[in-house]
């Protein structure tokens, strides 16, 4: 089945580690996307990246940092810089007109 | 800067009650507005895409419209299994299709 993976599906981090969120497609979609989602908001964009080894930071990309070394991949990682890191985390990828989101992970620092 | 605005943030509607959510878009050169459904704790599954004003769009018991200011989500007799968050979201052109200014979601229950 095509599809986008995230894991793991619950994360939990304490304060001041760093942590990576996984993001796997088999799609062969080009572009790839990491959401933000808390409650009561809309989502916001991380991170995006439209090919392989480049990517562009989204609206709130302060505390997170990316790779794109595969097109399949796409992980995010959390850094201790990011003051409010609790949230679910959803990756997405595009081609052409729609964009598909995978399952979520939601980090909670403990 | 874009924005995205949905209304109301919450609705409840008895099953075969129809109803209609909105979402009210400022973006510059939309290339395209799209619908999600989305269930707890799941990433959102998307349900349309519309790219004109005018242009309208079903799946079962959903209707999709467009026009210059706004987007309607038609929900004909609704089921409970209906009940979900619905998220609008915009694609402003000259940008990465996945790259969305999302509003806060209408939370859809229908009661039986």
């Known amino acids: 089945d095509g599809g986008i993976t995230q894991s793991p599906k619950y994360l939990f981090r304490k304060e001041g580690q760093n942590v990576t969120l996984s993001c796997e497609q088999n799609?062969?979609?080009?572009?790839m996307y990491w959401y933000r989602q808390d409650p009561g908001q809309g989502l916001r964009l991380i991170y995006y990246?439209?090919?392989?080894?480049?990517?562009q930071k989204g609206d709130i990309a302060e505390g997170y940092s990316v790779s794109r070394e595969k097109k399949e991949s796409f992980p995010l990682t959390v850094t201790s810089a990011q003051k409010n890191p609790t949230a679910f985390y959803l990756c997405?990828?595009?081609?052409?007109?729609?964009?598909?989101f995978g399952q979520g992970t939601r980090l909670t620092v403990v | 800067e874009d924005q995205v605005t949905q209304s109301p943030e919450a609705l409840r509607l008895q099953e075969g009650e129809s109803s209609s959510l909105n979402c009210s878009y400022t973006?510059?050169?939309?290339?395209?507005l799209f619908w999600y459904r989305q269930d707890p704790g799941k990433g959102p599954e998307f349900l349309f895409t519309?790219?004109?004003a005018g242009e309208e769009k079903e799946k079962e018991r959903l209707k999709a419209t467009l026009t210059k200011k706004e987007s309607f989500l038609h929900i004909t007799a609704p089921k409970p299994e209906d009940s979900a968050t619905y998220l609008c979201?915009?694609?402003?052109?000259?940008?990465?299709?996945?790259?969305?200014?999302f509003g806060q979601g209408t939370i859809l229950t229908v009661h039986p």
């Open positions: 997405a990828s595009s081609i052409h007109t729609e964009a598909f």
């Open positions: 799609l062969n979609h080009d572009a």
């Open positions: 990246s439209q090919i392989v080894n480049d990517f």
């Open positions: 973006v510059s050169g939309l290339r395209g």
């Open positions: 519309l790219y004109s």
């Open positions: 979201a915009s694609n402003a052109g000259g940008t990465s299709y996945g790259k969305l200014t």
